[in-house]
């Protein structure tokens, strides 16, 4: 019976959603939640940088520059994709881009937990890439925005300063100089990462169900691309990821990566450097749709194509 379930992190999103959708809101308190990405980030960021205290070496430098360009190259196609099939002014058309180049911690959480549920092994500079795709699509957008309203930049503080990046890189930076020091501290959230990551979910699930009211007149565009874009976003990661030879669990991870959209620290920045922004419409795709298709069937879909290519 459970094999024909979707994943169970799935279904506590998938439950959250219906729940909301039929009246009952099961969103936590705003402390509640955010409490539980810092806990999230920290633990990432800790067994992340943990590990590349161990495999740091020249090989990394290259691998880290061609996860930048595969930020960079994903914002462009989405722009490509925006401005071929919609007709979103230069604005929107950057913001909506720029949710897409970036990427997206939780769902990058559920991938984790989903192939360690699977016992399968992952990289350990795959946490490092979380942190450098944080930022290509960011400072492409506001600098594409800035030359277009002929402005001379943007203030980089409105970048660096956002506190989920914040915490991963405090995470990686003490996981990294203290390596086997930091091990009880990551053995002590083992065990709650999981449920911590369920009630997560429960909160995004009713996120996704109230935003999807959000929808606007370009309801099918963001739709069609809210699910086209991650897929070819996979595509392009999992390219990557067979190129620099990683794992299964890398592959899976990478292509996770490049297939998930912001919907913390994108709208955040622009919020704040493009007022008139439509950061609702942006957020409606990023986590009403492409959340909720990664979550549901697309991290299962990752996996299996990266099982496949591993073995080309």
């Keep these: 019976m459970a094999s024909f379930l979707p994943d169970i992190?799935?279904?506590?999103?998938?439950?959250?959603?219906?729940?909301?959708?039929?009246?009952?809101n099961l969103q936590l308190p705003n402390d509640a939640y955010q409490l539980l990405t810092y806990v999230l980030l920290i633990t990432i960021g800790l067994k992340g940088g943990q590990a590349l205290a161990y495999s740091a070496n020249?090989?990394?430098l290259g691998q880290s520059i061609s996860v930048i360009m595969l930020g960079v190259l994903v914002t462009l196609v989405a722009m490509l994709l925006i401005g071929?099939?919609?007709?979103?002014?230069?604005?929107?058309?950057?913001?909506?881009?720029?949710?897409?180049?970036?990427?997206?911690?939780?769902?990058?959480?559920v991938a984790i937990s989903f192939l360690q549920l699977r016992?399968?092994?992952?990289?350990?500079?795959?946490?490092?890439?979380?942190?450098?795709?944080?930022?290509?699509?960011?400072?492409?957008?506001?600098?594409?925005?800035?030359?277009k309203q002929g402005q001379k930049g943007f203030d980089l503080r409105t970048i660096f300063a956002h506190?989920?990046?914040?915490?991963?890189?405090?995470?990686?930076?003490?996981?990294?100089?203290?390596?086997?020091?930091?091990?009880?501290?990551?053995k002590n959230l083992k065990p709650i990462f999981a449920v911590m990551l369920a009630l997560y979910l429960i909160h995004m699930g009713a996120l996704a169900g109230q935003r999807l009211s959000d929808l606007s007149s370009n309801h099918m565009f963001i739709i069609s691309?809210?699910?086209?874009?991650?897929?070819?976003?996979?595509i392009m990661g999992l390219t990557l990821g067979y190129w620099l030879g990683l794992s299964v669990g890398g592959l899976t991870l990478l292509a996770t990566l490049a297939a998930s959209a912001s919907y913390i620290?994108?709208?955040?920045?622009?919020?704040?450097?493009?007022?008139?922004?439509?950061?609702?419409q942006a957020l409606v795709a990023s986590l009403a749709i492409t959340f909720s298709f990664n979550v549901i069937w697309g991290i299962p879909l990752y996996a299996h194509a990266a099982d496949i290519i591993s073995r080309l």
């Design 119 to 147: 016992e399968i092994e992952f990289e350990p500079q795959i946490a490092l890439f979380v942190a450098l795709l944080e930022l290509p699509a960011i400072i492409f957008g506001l600098a594409y925005l800035s030359r």
């Design 225 to 234: 691309f809210g699910i086209t874009m991650p897929v070819l976003g996979a």
């Design 84 to 109: 071929t099939f919609s007709k979103l002014n230069t604005i929107d058309k950057t913001t909506l881009a720029a949710h897409y180049g970036s990427v997206s911690v939780g769902t990058y959480a």
């Design 58 to 60: 020249w090989a990394l």
């Design 163 to 186: 506190k989920s990046l914040a915490l991963i890189v405090i995470g990686m930076l003490i996981g990294a100089l203290y390596g086997e020091v930091a091990e009880p501290m990551v």
């Design 265 to 280: 620290a994108v709208p955040a920045v622009f919020e704040q450097a493009q007022p008139k922004a439509n950061i609702a």
């Design 9 to 24: 992190l799935a279904l506590f999103f998938l439950m959250a959603l219906v729940c909301q959708r039929l009246g009952v």
